[in-house]
């Protein structure tokens, strides 16, 4: 528990981000923050858990007994749990103990403020200004002790943060969408327009509720900017009561259970949310601009196809028919293409019926872009160029900070191909095995066994090997972006042979922090191509992998039509922010992450 | 007969038949050739093989391309870099003069061909590309190789996607043109386009245009316009949103308890966490928990599903945006619904005044969208319309009073005969079908809106709104209900509406009601139709003209695919295992004995072992290791055949009995 403390803590600082007030809001450059190194755990187990797993498979296999494999099983072991604990703490009882009372105590007032002419939710307030657009107002103005010369009348709501009432005196700190900023009550000057107005501010307040006030700005002798309120109004009593502040709230599970509490009391939340529509909304801009169209296809479908994965299944009543959720949007985005729109794309939900992890989600958002004429040499540029973009907008500068890595975006990202960088990392260049020969199979195996790649027993082509070794060797290793180019046909069913090269495809992923963020490839156009790739996914299918995918017919039909040469470019929405806003787990980017059920914890 | 020949005539005959020797000669060399190279057989002509039947164009195109193939041709080249977009060709070109062609650039364009004519020196194709043409005219002299020439006009076909180099130019009779040095198949189309015939749309059978889309906007250029309309009014809403300080969110469409509207939602099933789910019917609830969270002012434009029927007006998927702004009320948000209505279909349609046909073969109506737009209290205005007094709402007998008034106007309305159903049958019969020109329909009662704030003056109502057009509801809106006593006894008076057999009703959202308790601010919420307004500003009727793939009853043919492409249900069950014989071995699983031996007594221990801290990474205890001397005595068959028993026996035979006495 005080790790996890210290963990929120750190990210509490290493997430502060300033508002420039007023619109447009645009986000402050964030490249000087703290370095945030506890936060990293949760990636850093996850790597131990991959590690000890490996060592495990490894010992495995030189047939050490299962007593002497006992104690690497038990930390393996240990090491997932403590990450399960990192992710999952056990759930909180929604109402902490003392807590029922505050809660009736705070219901009991309704009345009070009822018969004092007030209502407990009231309907409506104008604000004419935030606390952000205050500050800026009066940035370098006032001295000590002074009142604002021109009396500026302000108007502004907000929840109170902290109340410290005196005899004729109050000073409450309001919290709005921008930050805070301080109310002070003067009984003299609160009650000459209403004469309870002072009392009923000490009876029926607490921390926690949001109000509206009316008043005129000064600076304390303390120097600092407050509000010297005339009037001031309940507009939502609230029945619980805040987190305890000096302890915040440190429970990660609550935190992502009770979004609402989060934003309250953790300002840097607010902050990746507000980068996150940044990121969709600068993707978007810039597509538009290049003659983009938005559209939008069927979540619901017959056949899932467009990735591998299992599909989450579901059932229209009046129709009588199965429905699965998508797993991709690609195929019917290509239909499009064939229809005869040259550049669209579709930002929007995706499912899989996976496990949760602290990078997967059941739902997550993508972007799938399809541009025709354009192959993946187009794709590489064009995906540099919107990264880059965002980067510049948000940080204003090409280099983000995440957890320990300082990631640099200047472009030309690092451009290599598959093959070239399994020879980095394994001294074996699978460019050298002539794959038409059957002998080349054996080789590629004994080769990735000796490079202690695990699981290339079963792999029935060197494509399967070649690629395996990058997943287990290479992936995890990448931390500056990287453009992994040229993947092996088998792997890639939806990808054109490339122009030069046999048993490849002209195809890309985009690696950084060792995570994929991108995947994109000149299409496959040739239908009869196609339909061989998709029989291939079929007999996979068949022989117990359910997450290959069938044989579209009707996406064969479309492609005969004739689908021009097309670039097509996927990108993972929420990876992307993570990497951005330096979020170390999926659920601090997506507002309410699915989290296993309470009562199974 | 005998007559001497005259020397003229003499003459005349030697010439014919010399003439008619090399004729021969001619034709039988031709024959000769022809025959070394039958597909140079007939002198050609573009569009000559459109009246082949399908099947046998089919296979004729894909031989075709086989041979290109193995001539080491690619005819699914990689790129084709593209100079000028038709659009962007159209207008850099559209002042060039009649008859003159700008040979000091050369450019390249790409799209498919809608047409093609000519033979021998001279070929026109009409080019679409962005849903825009032009022309391409290829004449021998332009063309870069007369060997080129022949062999390219002689693959293309009518709907094959290529790219084009050239000059731009205008023909003699003033039609925008690209005179070719090059040009290659990029894709050829392998089926015979549908032709436009007069004026009557290449495709018109809906199932076709409906199921392959991109038929239709290959064929049916206009219908592309719908979806830039579409765009374009999501785009507005963004922009209108954002300059407003709105930040765009995304909220959960999984959830474990569908709310914020009422409606029949789809169930689906999570494997890992074996956990039921719904899609989400509205996103209204975890919006309002943002609120409630400080961000003051959100929204979210995405897709919710509702589990019904197909009709001209639903489809299972749709696109709403929601937003919610803090310290608002409804009345701030109908001046906002103006504002930004009327703005976009001024901007989208060039004017405040568009036409529309509110049903299918009906006479298209005008509607006025300039604002202010009409409002109409919705009891007030009912009454005013009905010409009679409506009963009070806490009138015990108000039910059957409705009951009554509906009878006696000859009206029916589903049961249960609750006040909110009989109350809307009769908004629908009185005021709804009269509307045209947008109107807002406010104060609803509160028991048809158990998500609004009751009224801050009038009693029983809601302070709520919807915005009519051409009798169908464009928008709801309300201030949001934010007292959680309040909204915890609307949601139990939902559920009771639900066992009075209203499925439609809302069922209580714990949560939410929860989160309301940390206070939402006083807020405007708001929730607009996409696909609505969208059918409004594009004059179509029916739904389906304004999604790319709508919902479909699948056909014969595609419930066969969908066969193929289910996993053999017979295979699973040939393998589907019994569960072997096994001695009765009892343990107490939960708290109650349960017979080991048995398939279902197995069941539930390996149910209750799936959420057992030791199997997903905890550490195990002396409840785990009494179990596996019980479980190690068993058959290894019965041990394996659930998956859950088999991985926590062999996690825990991995320690010797020793270690397995020390867990606590």
Same mark, same amino acid.
Request: glycine share 6%; hydrophobic share 35%.
């Given at each position: ?214 008043? &005129? ?7 600092? #900017? =407050?509000?010297?309120?005339? %009037?001031?109004?309940? @507009?939502?009593?609230? $029945? ?73 299944? &579901? ?7 199965? #429905? =699965?959720?998508?797993?991709? %949007?690609?195929?019917? @985005?290509?239909?499009? $293409? ?264 | ?664």
């Amino acid at each position: 528990m005080l790790l996890l403390r210290a963990l929120l803590l750190t990210t509490m600082l290493s997430r502060a981000i300033a508002f420039l007030p007023a619109a447009p809001r645009i986000l402050a450059p964030r490249h000087l923050q703290p370095v945030c190194r506890l936060f990293s755990t949760v990636g850093e187990l996850e790597d131990k858990i991959k590690v000890k797993g490996d060592e495990i498979r490894q010992l495995k296999e030189t047939g050490l007994s299962k007593s002497d494999l006992a104690p690497h099983i038990t930390e393996l072991l240990s090491l997932k749990s403590s990450l399960e604990d990192l992710n999952n703490p056990p759930a909180a009882a929604p109402v902490e103990p003392g807590q029922a009372e505050l809660r009736q105590a705070r219901i009991d007032k309704f009345k009070l403020i009822e018969e004092g002419g007030g209502r407990p939710f009231d309907y409506s307030w104008n604000n004419n200004i935030n606390a952000e657009g205050l500050k800026t107002m009066f940035e370098g103005k006032l001295d000590s002790g002074e009142d604002d010369p021109e009396q500026f009348k302000v108007s502004i709501a907000g929840r109170i943060m902290a109340r410290r009432v005196f005899g004729k005196l109050a000073f409450f700190s309001l919290q709005d969408e921008t930050g805070a900023i301080q109310l002070q009550f003067d009984k003299k000057l609160l009650n000459q327009a209403d004469a309870d107005a002072f009392k009923h501010l000490k009876a029926w307040t607490d921390s926690g509720d949001i109000i509206g006030v009316t008043g &005129t700005v000064r600076r304390t002798d303390k120097g600092e #900017l =407050t509000i010297n309120c005339d %009037t001031w109004k309940m @507009l939502t009593k609230a $029945i619980l009561p805040l987190p305890d502040k000096f302890h915040g709230l440190t429970d990660v599970n609550k935190r992502y259970r009770q979004r609402h509490v989060d934003l309250i009391v953790n300002p840097d939340v607010k902050a990746t949310f507000r980068a996150r529509a940044m990121i969709t909304s600068s993707i978007r801009r810039q597509l538009d601009e290049r003659g983009y169209l938005e559209i939008e296809t069927p979540v619901l479908q017959s056949t899932p196809g467009g990735a591998e994965a299992k599909p989450f299944e &579901t059932f229209h009543n009046s129709l009588g028919l199965d #429905l =699965t959720l998508r797993i991709a %949007t690609e195929l019917y @985005l290509k239909r499009l $293409i064939v229809g005869g729109f040259h550049r669209v794309y579709e930002i929007g939900r995706i499912f899989r019926n996976e496990g949760l992890s602290t990078r997967h989600n059941p739902e997550f958002t993508s972007i799938e872009l399809y541009q025709a004429y354009a192959d993946y040499n187009d794709m590489m540029e064009l995906t540099e160029d919107i990264v880059c973009n965002i980067v510049d907008q948000l940080h204003g500068s090409d280099a983000v900070q995440y957890g320990e890595d300082t990631i640099s975006f200047a472009k030309p990202w690092r451009r290599v191909t598959m093959n070239d960088i399994v020879k980095e990392h394994m001294g074996f260049d699978f460019g050298t095995l002539d794959q038409d020969d059957p002998a080349s199979l054996a080789v590629a195996k004994k080769k990735a066994t000796e490079a202690g790649v695990p699981g290339v027993e079963t792999l029935k082509s060197v494509g399967y090997v070649l690629n395996q070794c990058f997943e287990e060797l290479c992936e995890a290793k990448i931390v500056q972006p990287t453009f992994v180019t040229d993947y092996p046909t088998d792997v890639s069913p939806l990808s054109k042979p490339h122009r030069s090269k046999k048993h490849t495809v002209e195809r890309f992923e985009l690696f950084a922090t060792g995570r994929e963020l991108a995947n994109s490839f000149s299409e496959l156009t040739d239908p009869l191509d196609q339909r061989e790739r998709f029989e291939a996914q079929a007999a996979k299918k068949a022989d117990g992998d359910e997450e290959a995918c069938g044989v579209d017919e009707e996406f064969l039909t479309a492609l005969e039509q004739g689908m021009p040469p097309t670039g097509g470019l996927g990108i993972g929405i929420d990876r992307l922010v993570m990497l951005l806003t330096n979020s170390q787990s999926i659920r601090d980017v997506i507002a309410f992450p699915l989290l296993k059920p309470e009562t199974a914890a | 007969m005998s007559e001497p020949e005259s020397k003229n005539a003499m003459k005349k005959r030697l010439k014919a038949e010399a003439a008619a020797k090399k004729k021969a000669e001619k034709e039988a060399a031709k024959k000769a050739k022809e025959a070394a190279q039958p597909a140079k057989a007939k002198k050609h002509v573009a569009g000559g093989d459109e009246d082949l039947d399908p099947t046998q164009y089919y296979s004729n195109r894909v031989s075709a391309i086989k041979k290109i193939q193995a001539n080491g041709g690619n005819p699914y080249p990689h790129k084709f870099h593209v100079s000028h977009r038709v659009p962007d060709f159209i207008t850099s070109f559209a002042s060039l003069p009649d008859g003159e062609r700008d040979e000091t650039q050369t450019v390249t364009v790409a799209g498919r061909i809608n047409s093609v004519r000519g033979q021998g020196k001279l070929y026109f194709y009409d080019l679409k590309g962005d849903g825009e043409f032009i022309q391409i005219m290829s004449d021998l002299k332009t063309y870069e190789s007369e060997d080129g020439f022949a062999e390219i006009h002689r693959t293309l076909k009518r709907g094959d996607i290529i790219g084009c180099t050239g000059y731009p130019g205008k023909s003699k009779t003033g039609q925008l043109s690209i005179f070719p040095t090059s040009m290659i198949l990029l894709s050829p189309c392998l089926h015979m386009l549908p032709k436009k015939v007069g004026d009557r749309p290449a495709i018109t059978d809906q199932e076709t245009r409906y199921r392959q889309r991109y038929l239709d906007l290959i064929c049916n250029n206009e219908n592309r316009k719908i979806f830039e309309i579409r765009a374009k009014v999501i785009s507005y809403i963004r922009r209108f949103l954002d300059t407003r300080h709105f930040l765009e969110v995304e909220t959960p469409s999984l959830c474990l308890l569908p709310g914020g509207a009422t409606a029949k939602p789809f169930k689906t099933y999570h494997n890992d966490l074996s956990q039921e789910m719904f899609m989400r019917i509205a996103p209204e609830l975890p919006l309002k928990k943002l609120i409630i969270g400080g961000l003051e002012r959100v929204y979210e434009i995405g897709r919710n599903y509702r589990n019904e029927g197909i009709d001209l007006t639903h489809n299972p998927e749709f696109t709403t945006c929601e937003f919610y702004q803090a310290y608002a009320d409804y009345e701030d948000l109908m001046n906002m619904t103006e504002e930004m209505v009327s703005g976009m279909v001024l901007q989208v349609c060039g004017s405040y005044k568009i036409s529309f046909s509110p049903k299918p073969g009906a006479p298209e109506v005008e509607v006025d969208f300039t604002p202010p737009f009409k409002r109409i209290s919705m009891i007030s205005g009912l009454e005013e319309a009905m010409k009679i007094k409506l009963p009070s709402l806490d009138d015990p007998e108000c039910d059957k009073k409705l009951a009554k008034i509906l009878k006696e106007r000859e009206l029916e309305c589903q049961p249960p005969h609750t006040t909110a159903r009989l109350l809307d049958e009769l908004v629908g019969e009185y005021l709804e079908d009269n509307i045209v020109n947008p109107t807002f329909i406010t104060e609803h009662p509160e028991i048809m809106s158990p998500l609004a704030k009751y009224h801050r003056s009038k009693k029983f109502l809601t302070e709520r709104f919807e915005l009519f057009v051409a009798g169908r509801e464009l928008c709801n809106a309300y201030t949001e209900l934010n007292n959680p006593s309040v909204q915890r006894e609307r949601f139990l008076e939902q559920a009771a509406f639900n066992a009075d057999g209203d499925d439609e009703a809302m069922c209580l959202d714990e949560s939410f009601v929860l989160a309301l308790e940390h206070g939402l601010p006083p807020t405007g919420g708001w929730g607009l139709g996409i696909d609505r307004l969208t059918m409004f500003l594009s004059n179509k009727n029916n739904i389906k003209e304004v999604l790319l793939f709508p919902a479909m009853k699948p056909n014969l043919e595609e419930m066969a695919i969908l066969a193929a492409n289910k996993p053999k249900e017979d295979a699973v069950d040939a393998n589907a295992k019994k569960y072997p014989p096994c001695p009765p071995t009892v343990f107490k699983v939960n708290g109650s004995e349960e017979d080991l031996g048995s398939e279902h007594g197995m069941k539930l221990l390996s149910s209750v072992l799936k959420s057992s801290t030791w199997i997903s990474g905890g550490q195990p205890t002396a409840e785990d290791a009494k179990l596996f001397k019980v479980v190690e005595g068993m058959p290894r068959e019965c041990v394996e055949f659930f998956g859950e028993v088999k991985g926590w026996f062999y996690s825990c035979a991995q320690f010797s009995e020793g270690v397995r006495g020390n867990w606590k």
